[in-house]
């Protein structure tokens, strides 16, 4: 997130999308959505509130003043994530009092002053810890100290495939934060309190190969299942629509859906992932994401598997506004509908993924379908998503399902599904809920 404060340069190369990791990709531009290991709550693993909920599905705000909760809470948001420091700041027991007010579980850094709460307060207000915010980024030398990083034989240590014989060579930024030393810091916040999930949330690059804001580690994907091993929630962010700087993601919403699978291919499917949305100008005056994006992001990534959104409320133009989201009505009306929706959905999105559940035929061939399965308390959910901003109809070829008819949730309408097929139109980047009865074994 942090990474938006400052432009990083010209992009080298674009990065074409060439399959969903988890899904396969048909020569039609189908998509067949794989399993996951959800089911119970949002964060298995973790037997204390809110993670063991399976009503709760978590919809976070990244760093945002407490006074503004009241409004939050009204547009369906149930978890705070972040206290804002400057750098080199740190979190003091007292500071947690306000966010105890506002009735919302709190995720961030562990200091030595949030530890002192959460041994005062075990049911306190704070639920979970953030790590260090993009370590995948490259590092200012301003930071270099606070990661032991003094000489060059420190760097050079760090990062020995990479060796310089100066700290000079390494220019403006350093290298990004070794794999190695978050995993050591997530070992050691794991030791000082183990009841609490560590989230760990990346630049895009988890998304996007070809971001330079990597610096030496630009396209060495592979550095990703090493972070993992870091955290117990990973997460990432990348703003198709407002990133007028990186012009090979510029309107390409999809990039949302190929992070949350490589992420999931990256950890094994064994941590959940979560993702963040943008909702305002974010750096870019001329460009707002209208109510129609904001919903095609969120359900990308849920489709695509993921486990928690978060959104990135935050805009630094035209002027700053630190709750820039409360600022643009038509934004927040759409934000507080999308989260009125998957809250009434959270035990359905919590529970199982059906394998294979479908198998979907795009009549576009350059406009891949996305599908997920799931089924909860007798009912079949198909939630499906056009990944490009054109038209298509899709067919979707429903396991062990015969004849029904399916809601299609929220648009006051419904689908004939006839010995298992589902045809319906979608628009560019359109998004389809569908509801419909099991049939009886």
Request: glycine share 10%.
């Amino acid at each position: 997130m942090i990474r938006l404060f400052a432009a990083l340069g010209a992009i080298a190369f674009a990065l074409v999308l060439t399959g969903v990791a988890l899904g396969q990709e048909k020569p039609d531009g189908g998509t067949v959505r794989g399993a996951d290991k959800s089911g119970g709550g949002p964060c298995p693993g973790f037997n204390r509130a809110p993670w063991n909920d399976p009503n709760f599905f978590p919809l976070g705000v990244w760093c945002q003043d407490p006074k503004y909760a009241a409004q939050y809470k009204a547009a369906g948001i149930n978890l705070y994530k972040g206290i804002w420091h400057p750098p080199g700041g740190t979190i003091l027991a007292q500071e947690i009092a306000p966010y105890e007010k506002t009735g919302l579980p709190l995720m961030c850094g562990q200091t030595e002053g949030t530890l002192q709460y959460v041994r005062e307060h075990p049911e306190g207000v704070i639920v979970g810890w953030l790590q260090g915010d993009e370590p995948d980024n490259v590092q200012d030398p301003k930071r270099w100290p606070t990661l032991g990083w003094n000489t060059i034989e420190d760097i050079n240590a760090a990062w020995p495939e990479h060796q310089k014989n100066s700290l000079e060579e390494w220019g403006k930024h350093g290298p990004p934060i070794p794999p190695k030393t978050i995993v050591a810091k997530y070992e050691q916040w794991r030791k000082n309190d183990p009841t609490r999930p560590i989230l760990l949330n990346f630049n895009p690059g988890a998304a996007w190969e070809g971001f330079l804001g990597r610096g030496c580690r630009t396209g060495k994907v592979e550095d990703y299942a090493q972070y993992m091993k870091g955290c117990d929630l990973a997460s990432f962010d990348i703003y198709p629509v407002t990133d007028a700087t990186h012009k090979a993601i510029t309107g390409k919403l999809w990039y949302l859906a190929r992070g949350v699978e490589n992420l999931r291919k990256w950890n094994g499917d064994q941590k959940p992932v979560w993702t963040c949305i943008e909702c305002t100008h974010i750096d870019n005056e001329n460009v707002l994401p209208s109510p129609d994006q904001i919903r095609t992001e969120v359900w990308m990534a849920l489709i695509a598997g993921c486990r928690g959104i978060d959104y990135f409320c935050h805009e630094f133009k035209p002027k700053h506004n630190g709750a820039g989201l409360l600022s643009h009505p038509e934004q927040l009306q759409a934000v507080t509908a999308i989260n009125k929706q998957i809250t009434a959905l959270a035990p359905v999105l919590n529970s199982p993924t059906i394998p294979n559940g479908a198998a979907v035929k795009s009549s576009n061939a350059e406009v891949p379908v996305s599908v997920m399965v799931k089924t909860f308390a007798g009912t079949r959910y198909v939630f499906a998503v056009a990944l490009r901003d054109q038209e298509t109809t899709a067919t979707f070829t429903l396991k062990d399902t015969g004849d029904a008819v399916a809601e299609v949730l929220g648009e006051n309408r419904s689908v004939a599904v006839k010995g298992g097929l589902l045809a319906d139109k979608f628009k560019g980047y359109d998004v389809h809920l569908y509801k419909l009865k099991v049939p009886a074994p």
